[in-house]
């Protein structure tokens, strides 16, 4: 009997979703266990199991499920491990991908979220029928999914693609990033950097709409940009400008047919895109101008986490 | 019968050499016809076959042949082109790996200059046995050849891996590329980067043997260095520190196993490596620290450019 559905799990700080999904990239049946309730990974574990066998007796059992796929914080790939995570209960390297796999006897892989959101787009959104291409997540920090060739890189250690940790700004007075390092990626273009690129021109007195919010986001900055606000358009156009200076030097590395951008602050996309777009062709070394594609995720209102890591059993 | 040789061709803008190289990565027999002979590429062509066929006969023959690499300056891989190359007699795109596939009825392959070497030394130098690694060359200019999971990173349309034209400096007073922008990698870290280091601190009126010398090189920056003066090496100390930052924020890319120097400026390794390192390991991302290689290329002493061309068939 074949194959035909692939279970796709966004295992979150808060929800590990697991979902069945499709040839079409459908998503059609899902369930959830709170990750927080079992201190133990050998409990969670079997929640898992217990949350997700009805799923796969749902659509058939076991001999039409093609596999698992894992989004998770600080997995690698290479060990099927999630190593340091701060945002999950269990400390050290946990093997997750094997006890997973013990236990439901399925093949399961396991990658960052970031890297499970490139492959999404390849299997089922806008890189479809792409084989070079740049995953940029904006998100609490900046991800990416980098694919080579139609694979995606991991690198020699399974830590590759962690773009959001370039360095954009070499000033003394650059943003201080979480890594501990100075003028990171993230520091500008991160949801949290969007929001502090406000913050910085409110605290330096220009007027602004945003003056009067109580809690700055990248959607309050996104409709004061819609009514015409200043500060809230050169927000975004210097977010915009670091974008495209970054995927000017990436450009270097790898030459991708396109790169596309995914996360909350991409809403405000047609502020956002055309600074990245003439910030690149600007930028950028003459070889390669006008020559990429920059798009916004087209799974942006689908379940991207879950469609992302059963794609990596595609 | 196995087909125990391969053909390395290093064409350059004087000489296009031709060798004949054995499985264990020795150069057997070797010939080379003068590039700027023959402005029309029909002729360069004949030339080429008029060259090689004689190698071939003498080690037994086409059957023993399993193919030819070429390294070119601005050549494409997938499409077998050399394209616009400013110091080759040809314009426009020249489809040489046809013409020549075709004349001497061998495969041809054919890449750009540092992307043979990356392929040089998996096959025969400091990468073998390694599946992740980036070569940088500095010569003229900085070249790169990027290996992820034992293949190169050609991109979407065979120009990546121009890792000398990185950003690396973005303040108004940037030194200009050849590339038409400012504090490109080049700029700092080529032989003449290197060279321009210098003579900015004897320009700055700073004591230096180095005042005496007719012609600046990276050889007698060298000599200067080797007798302790302070000039040479701060010059190659701010190299080390430049390529290391750079590497810094190439491995967020692809988090290699190593990455391998190759050129003129090497033989002064000992004065830039330590800064490489220890650039490198300040500057990037925790995750990452201490865990890469820094090595000099292995085939410095031999003709890495025939061999890193015959590497592109193996």
């Known amino acids: 009997m074949r194959q035909n559905y692939l279970i796709g799990v966004d295992l979150g700080g808060t929800n590990t979703v697991f979902g069945i999904v499709d040839g079409e990239g459908n998503i059609i049946k899902e369930d959830s266990v709170k990750t927080q309730s079992f201190p133990r990974v050998e409990d969670f574990v079997e929640?898992?199991?217990?949350?997700?066998?009805?799923?796969?007796?749902?659509?058939?059992g076991m001999e039409v499920i093609g596999g698992m796929g894992i989004g998770a914080p600080n997995a690698n790939y290479y060990t099927?491990?999630?190593?340091?995570?701060?945002?999950?209960?269990?400390?050290?390297?946990?093997?997750?991908?094997?006890?997973?796999?013990?236990?439901?006897?399925?093949?399961?892989?396991?990658?960052n979220d970031a890297n499970a959101a490139a492959m999404g787009?390849?299997?089922?959104?806008?890189?479809?029928?792409?084989?070079?291409?740049?995953?940029?997540?904006?998100?609490?920090?900046?991800?990416?999914?980098?694919?080579?060739?139609?694979?995606?890189?991991?690198?020699?250690d399974g830590f590759a693609g962690e773009l959001g940790h370039m360095i954009v700004d070499r000033s003394a007075e650059a943003r201080l990033c979480g890594c501990g390092r100075r003028g990171c990626l993230e520091t500008y273009c991160s949801a949290r950097g969007i929001v502090r690129t406000a913050q910085d021109f409110i605290d330096a007195g220009r007027m602004t709409l945003l003056s009067e919010v109580g809690e700055l986001s990248s959607y309050e900055i996104y409709k004061a940009a819609k009514q015409g606000d200043e500060v809230a358009?050169?927000?975004?156009?210097?977010?915009?400008e670091t974008l495209g200076k970054a995927c000017a030097d990436i450009t270097t590395f790898c030459s991708p047919e396109a790169y596309i951008f995914f996360g909350g602050p991409m809403r405000a996309s047609e502020f956002i895109m055309p600074s990245i777009i003439s910030s690149y062709n600007e930028q950028v070394m003459p070889i390669y101008r006008h020559r990429c594609k920059f798009l916004v995720s087209e799974l942006m209102d689908k379940n991207a986490a879950v469609l992302g890591a059963a794609a990596l059993k595609v």
Chains 1, 2 share one sequence.
Request: net charge negative; charged share 20%; proline share 4%.
């Open 47 to 60: 929640a898992c199991a217990q949350c997700v066998e009805p799923l796969i007796e749902g659509v058939g």
């Open 80 to 111: 099927g491990t999630i190593e340091e995570a701060p945002n999950l209960p269990w400390k050290g390297k946990v093997p997750l991908a094997k006890l997973l796999s013990e236990r439901l006897h399925l093949d399961v892989v396991m990658t």
């Open 121 to 156: 787009e390849m299997a089922y959104g806008a890189a479809k029928g792409m084989r070079n291409f740049v995953v940029i997540t904006l998100g609490t920090g900046v991800g990416s999914g980098i694919v080579i060739d139609g694979k995606l890189v991991y690198g020699s």
């Open 233 to 240: 358009l050169e927000t975004f156009r210097i977010t915009g």
